[in-house]
């Protein structure tokens, strides 16, 4: 498994923000399709984001407007920006990646072969 490290998850209020990032290693972002999953419990999981190595991203609907991808290909690092933040927001975000896929960034979490650990995010009323 290509190591990938989240972090920023948090407690916030409704309305607030987060950054949440990703640390990879052992492979290379900027060619690299990469994206943000979420699992509430009960729930399937879900994909929020995604980036392509060509840095073209996609966002699943629930989010438009609110949630930003991005990436720094100099640091190898995954990003997302999360405003506006919604209780059913609520989750366990996961960052995957799927090396060396320049042209697609598919928000179908079946799509990713390699997950990091996971971290919470916590939206109260």
């Known amino acids: 498994q290509v190591p990938l490290v989240e972090s920023g998850g948090g407690s916030v209020q409704a309305g607030g923000s987060l950054r949440l990032s990703c640390a990879a290693s052992g492979y290379t972002v900027s060619n690299s399709c990469m994206g943000w999953v979420r699992h509430e419990p009960g729930k399937a999981r879900g994909g929020v984001a995604a980036i392509g190595g060509d840095g073209i991203t996609s966002n699943a609907d629930s989010v438009k407007g609110r949630f930003t991808i991005s990436k720094d290909n100099g640091k190898n690092t995954l990003y997302l920006q999360m405003n506006s933040l919604k209780p059913e927001d609520t989750a366990m975000y996961y960052c995957?990646?799927?090396?060396?896929?320049?042209?697609?960034?598919?928000?179908?979490?079946?799509?990713?072969?390699?997950w990091g650990q996971g971290t919470q995010v916590t939206v109260s009323s």
């Open positions: 995957a990646a799927d090396p060396g896929r320049m042209y697609w960034r598919p928000l179908d979490p079946s799509k990713y072969t390699y």
